[in-house]
C-alpha cells in the first residue's frame, strides 16, 4: 500500500467577504478602531471645519463655503504676510477669517486702495477688485499682525479688519 500524502490548504474566503472585512476580522475591526479615534482627534483639535459667513474674503473665498482650519500650522513658525488665518473674534465658536498684510513692527496704510509696508506698496496677487480706501499710517505692535479682508471694493466702514494680538490667530485656513 502505498501511503497518499495529504496537503492541506489554507480554507480560501470569498473574495466579497475579503473585500468587505478583510482576511482576519479582528485585525480590521483594530484598525477601524484605530482610524476612527485618529479621525476624532484630527477633526475635533487640529483640523477644524470652517463655514465662510460673509463676502469680506472673495474671490478666494466663497460665501458658504466649507474650509478647514489648521491648528498645529504655526508650531514651528510664526504666522506670514500673505497667510489667510482663523482669528478668535468673540467666544470659541465665533472667528474671523482674514489675511495677514502686516508683520510686528510695521507701519501699514492704505493709500487709494494700494496697501503699503513701511513705505514700500505691498503686491497683493490675490486682490482682484479695485480699492479706493485710504487710512492713515498705523504702526503694528511688537506682538501684533494687520489682517484685512482680500473683497476691499467695499467701503472701508463695513469691513471688520485692522491689528489682532497674536494669542487671537487660532491657525492658518487651508484652501
Known amino acids: 500500500m502505498s501511503a497518499q500524502t495529504e496537503t492541506t ?3 480560501r474566503h470569498g473574495w466579497l467577504r475579503v473585500m468587505a472585512i478583510g482576511r482576519n ?8 478602531l484605530i482610524l476612527v479615534a485618529g479621525c476624532f482627534v484630527v477633526f475635533k483639535f487640529i483640523m477644524l471645519p470652517l463655514r465662510v459667513t460673509g463676502i469680506s474674503m472673495e474671490p478666494t473665498y ?13 508650531l514651528t513658525h510664526e504666522p506670514r504676510r500673505g497667510d489667510v488665518v482663523s482669528i478668535r473674534y468673540a467666544g470659541p465658536h465665533v472667528v474671523l477669517m482674514k489675511r495677514i498684510v502686516g508683520l510686528p513692527g510695521e507701519t501699514i496704510e492704505f ?3 494700494i496697501v503699503f509696508i513701511n513705505g514700500s506698496p505691498l503686491a497683493e496677487p ?3 477688485n479695485p480699492s479706493d480706501w485710504t487710512l492713515p499710517p498705523e504702526v503694528i505692535g511688537p506682538d501684533e499682525y ?6 476691499r471694493d467695499m467701503p472701508a466702514h463695513d469691513h471688520v479688519f485692522g491689528r489682532v494680538e497674536r494669542a487671537r490667530i487660532l491657525g492658518k485656513v487651508l484652501l
Open 25 to 32: 476580522p479582528r485585525n480590521t475591526v483594530v484598525r477601524i
Open 126 to 128: 490675490y486682490k482682484k
Open 62 to 74: 466663497k460665501d458658504r463655503s466649507i474650509n478647514f482650519l489648521n491648528r498645529l500650522a504655526y
Open 111 to 113: 493709500i487709494h486702495g
Open 9 to 11: 490548504s489554507p480554507p
Open 146 to 151: 494687520f489682517v484685512v479682508g482680500d473683497n
